[in-house]
């Protein structure tokens, strides 16, 4: 089964323990940042408060994180980083606020974090060669637009365009990675 995985993606070296908790440390925090934003465009804009509300957004940012990790398991570490700094600074401020928000959707959200190490280690081989590669980066995709249709009834314009910047990230990292070989 390694071997196969390494024919789709190798990993890189991950360097010190120190190193790896630092990078990984300054995504959580990262995810801090964009909670607090998300929160505060909830508030005070209405069109960033509907695009950051939108699955796509949170899907390509973790796809990003993931692919540009180093191996499967720090795409797992970093993405789960990034999503509990997300969701903690986003409810902190929610509440701090004096927001209303319902219990449905921090479960919802808290089951997407606990989740999200998986996601990343598949989504890791995404950034690779090969067949396996291309299904991934298509089910990255597709789980996109199956977000937009079961939570918000359609696919938004904003699904659309953040759908093909992962698309385009996708395809410009795999290729990168195909000329390094």
């Not at 701090?96 to 081989?125: E, H």
């Not at 637009?145 to 395809?171: K, P």
Request: proline share 2%; aromatic share 16%; net charge positive.
């Amino acid at each position: 089964m390694r071997e196969f995985l390494n024919s789709v993606r190798r990993g890189r070296s991950t360097g010190p323990i120190s190193r790896q908790f630092v990078i990984t440390f300054c995504i959580f925090l990262l995810g801090g940042i964009f909670g607090c934003a998300a929160r505060f465009f909830d508030i005070y804009t209405q069109n960033l408060g509907n695009v950051f509300s939108q699955m796509s957004v949170w899907v390509f940012l973790g796809t990003v994180i993931s692919v540009t990790s180093a191996s499967p398991l720090r795409a797992g570490a970093n993405t789960f980083a990034f999503c509990v700094g997300m969701l903690a600074a986003y409810y902190t401020c929610a509440h701090l606020s004096g927001g209303v928000y319902s219990m449905t959707f921090v479960a919802g959200w808290a089951v997407f974090s606990a989740l999200s190490p998986l996601f990343a280690f598949v989504t890791w081989y995404g950034g690779g060669r090969g067949i396996i590669s291309s299904v991934i980066d298509v089910g990255i995709l597709l789980f996109m637009a199956l977000c937009s249709i079961v939570l918000f009834d359609r696919i938004h314009l904003s699904d659309v365009i953040i759908m093909a910047f992962t698309a385009l990230f996708l395809f410009i990292y795999s290729r990168k990675k195909q000329y390094r070989a």
